[in-house]
């Protein structure tokens, strides 16, 4: 099993940043993959960003160039740097591992204009 906690969250106006993290624990040797999805209201889970264990790196159309996945394997943890955002960020946003076998909670994003 693998056990996912995002932190980071919270309320900023339109243009402003915020990082998000995702802490990993438990079978961490067998991650290929964590990621961040989103989901606003009323709207499917999308993908915002990805990063395979190779270190290959996947955006959602709509945050390329604005948001960046990184991560610190000393610490298992996977973070997101979104700049420049917009109130259409605004969702709950999501970490997942291994292609979606493992969640975390998720945590709020809202961007106000």
């Known amino acids: 099993q693998v056990q996912l906690v995002e932190s980071g969250g919270g309320l900023v106006q339109a243009g402003g940043s915020l990082r998000l993290s995702c802490a990993a624990s438990g079978r961490i040797f067998s991650i290929t993959e964590m990621g961040w999805y989103r989901q606003a209201p009323g709207k499917q889970r999308e993908l915002v960003a990805r990063i395979t264990r190779g270190g290959s790196i996947d955006y959602g159309d709509s945050v390329k160039g604005r948001f960046t996945i990184s991560r610190d394997n000393a610490k298992n943890t996977v973070y997101l740097q979104m700049n420049s955002l917009k109130p259409e960020d605004t969702a709950v946003y999501y970490c997942?591992?291994?292609?979606?076998?493992?969640w975390g909670q998720g945590t709020q994003v809202t961007v106000s204009s």
């Open positions: 997942d591992a291994n292609w979606g076998d493992y």
